[in-house]
């Protein structure tokens, strides 16, 4: 094993160790003041299609490269799929209006981002199907 891979290594397991410690170390802290909200999820929905539109805008500006055209496309695509299915169980469960604090906001939002990102996915991945 040459010096660079074992110093990669090592990195890899420091950096991994502190990752796999921190959310034990965080649980303790929010199991405490936890309030039950809904908004995790619709954040975490709405971050999901926001990618998903990222991806998908590079798709369609870049033919080529790391994230252009059809990997840019395959990548938008399912992230869309996710962040569209995360954010109707989000819907699901808020049982309040929006600006309630239960995270319906955040639900619509991740919808309608996650349908953005998918139609621009879909349209990066017919694009380069023509194409090709």
């Keep these: 094993?040459?010096?660079?891979?074992?110093?990669?290594?090592?990195?890899?397991?420091?950096?991994?160790?502190?990752?796999?410690?921190?959310?034990?170390?965080?649980?303790?802290?929010?199991?405490?003041?936890?309030d039950g909200s809904g908004r995790g999820m619709a954040s975490t929905?709405?971050?999901?299609?926001?990618?998903?539109?990222?991806?998908?805008g590079l798709a369609m500006a870049r033919s080529g490269g790391r994230v252009g055209g059809r990997?840019?496309?395959?990548?938008a695509l399912p992230l869309g799929v996710i962040g569209?299915?995360?954010?109707?169980?989000?819907?699901?469960?808020s049982s309040d209006g929006v600006g309630t604090g239960n995270g319906?906001?955040?639900?619509?939002?991740?919808?309608?981002l996650a349908l953005i990102g998918m139609a621009l996915g879909w349209l990066a991945l017919s694009r380069s199907r023509r194409t090709a």
């Design 1 to 34: 094993m040459s010096v660079r891979n074992l110093i990669s290594a090592a990195a890899v397991a420091l950096l991994g160790g502190l990752w796999l410690a921190a959310p034990a170390a965080a649980h303790v802290s929010v199991a405490a003041e936890s």
């Design 45 to 56: 929905a709405a971050v999901v299609g926001l990618i998903s539109v990222v991806f998908g």
């Design 71 to 75: 990997r840019g496309a395959l990548v």
């Design 84 to 93: 569209l299915i995360v954010s109707v169980l989000a819907l699901a469960q």
């Design 104 to 112: 319906r906001g955040g639900a619509v939002v991740g919808v309608v």
